[in-house]
């Protein structure tokens, strides 16, 4: 499978169908947990600046800003980005959501952080994706983080390829066909929705990094310290289901 030639691929993905099934992939206490691990992991204060990367429809952002941060959230999706203000009036808080692309962001040394959450890295070429550090790393104060969330490849390697991940709501179904790519490092998800009589397909490529190359690729865009964590911040273990990667500017 090609790797995005264009933000379109992306912007198909997630689309209205990927909302209609999100709260079923990721429920409000699975949401409520991931904010206090980030809280945590990039040791954020009652009003600290924080711009999420790829922010979708605010599940993070918005309770960010419920604790107390002053946050933007950037995304390519209107969908979601819709979706992300109206949760955020609902719950009454103030964050600035931003259509833009990762690659290309307007500010420069306004955060105390940053961060991509759910595997929203690596969408990209290797180019383009260490382009998008650097990017966030201009956006950062001196003393800033980055945190980076993502699936541990080395936990794949248990796996075998195909995979199928199902996801029913009432008669609806959302089917992701999953494919490593051992000689591009890149997982590729074939998506299938069927819903209200109607089949649509989508795909998605993203490039899976491990510890070392985060490093280089970290401290080429001016980063210094680079930490390794597992699964909502626990200790990294080699099988464990996330690498989760915090850098210091």
């Given at each position: 499978m090609s790797k995005p030639r264009d933000i379109s691929e992306l912007e198909s993905h997630f689309s209205e169908d990927y909302l209609y099934?999100?709260?079923?992939?990721?429920?409000?206490?699975?949401?409520?947990?991931?904010?206090?691990?980030?809280?945590k992991l990039l040791s954020l204060g009652h009003g600290n600046s924080v711009l999420e990367l790829?922010?979708?429809?605010?599940?993070?952002?918005?309770?960010?800003?419920?604790?107390?941060?002053?946050?933007t959230g950037l995304d390519i999706s209107p969908v979601l980005l819709k979706k992300a203000e109206a949760d955020a009036a609902e719950r009454r808080v103030e964050v600035e959501y931003i259509r833009g692309d990762m690659r290309s962001l307007p500010w420069r040394d306004r955060f105390d952080a940053a961060f991509l959450w759910y595997t929203t890295f690596g969408y990209f070429d290797e180019a383009d994706n260490e382009r998008v550090l650097h990017e966030a790393a201009a956006s950062l104060r001196k003393g800033g983080r980055l945190l980076i969330d993502?699936?541990?490849?080395?936990?794949?390697?248990?796996?075998?390829?195909?995979?199928?991940e199902i996801v029913e709501r009432d008669n609806d179904l959302r089917i992701d066909?999953?494919?490593?790519?051992?000689?591009?490092?890149?997982?590729?998800?074939?998506?299938?929705?069927?819903?209200?009589?109607?089949?649509?397909?989508?795909?998605?490529?993203?490039?899976?990094?491990?510890?070392?190359?985060?490093?280089?690729?970290?401290?080429?865009?001016g980063f210094g310290s680079v930490k390794a964590y597992g699964q909502e911040g626990g200790a990294f273990t080699p099988y464990g289901p996330r690498l989760v990667v915090v850098a210091h500017k």
């Open positions: 099934f999100a709260d079923l992939v990721n429920p409000p206490e699975r949401s409520d947990r991931e904010v206090a691990a980030i809280w790829g922010c979708g429809y605010g599940r993070i952002t918005n309770r960010l800003a419920e604790k107390g941060a002053r946050v993502q699936i541990n490849r080395f936990s794949l390697l248990r796996e075998q390829s195909p995979t199928y066909i999953m494919n490593n790519d051992a000689l591009t490092d890149r997982r590729n998800c074939e998506r299938i929705v069927v819903r209200n009589g109607r089949i649509r397909r989508t795909r998605l490529s993203f490039r899976q990094y491990g510890f070392s190359e985060c490093v280089r690729m970290l401290r080429g865009a």
